[in-house]
């Protein structure tokens, strides 16, 4: 297969994530190259329903190599939970799921400033997830983030 890459341009929820897990079947690497573990997809596959977050949904066919690129923000105690419900449904993640060191690491810190901004901004607020997105981007491009 060629490459194909799958963009969304209309702030999530269009459904990539369904598309990409059609386009899996046949892919050599699904590549996730940015965003965080706010949003997420379902896909049902042989009767199981499996909810992504973080990994690809390429990791549930044998082969398909997983990347979590350097543009996703990674929150690790959410990657790890999607890893144990992943395996506790008998998907095998060990060999063909890798992760970027150059990935920047979600701190605690960046989910309690999200939620203290949308606090303070009383009725404007954005409507944020509170997973600390976007300050762990901000660190990101002002370069003083954690990878």
Excluded at 80 to 87: A, H, N, S, T
Aim: glycine share 16%; proline share 3%; charged share 20%.
């Amino acid at each position: 297969m060629g490459t194909l890459v799958v963009v969304g341009t209309q702030w999530g929820d269009e459904g990539k994530g369904k598309i990409v897990d059609l386009l899996a079947r046949d892919a050599d690497m699904v590549v996730r190259y940015q965003g965080g573990s706010n949003a997420g997809h379902t896909v049902v596959k042989g009767g199981t329903t499996f909810v992504f977050h973080l990994i690809p949904s390429g990791i549930l066919y044998r082969g398909t190599a997983c990347v979590i690129g350097n543009g996703v923000v990674v929150d690790p105690a959410a990657l790890i939970e999607e890893l144990d419900g992943l395996r506790a449904k008998g998907v095998r993640t060990e060999g063909h799921l890798f992760v970027s060191q150059a990935a920047h690491v979600i701190m605690p810190y960046h989910k309690a400033i999200e939620k203290a901004s949308e606090s303070s901004k009383g009725g404007r607020r954005i409507g944020t997830t509170g997973r600390g997105i976007g300050p762990a981007y901000v660190d990101k491009m002002a370069r003083i983030g954690i990878r």
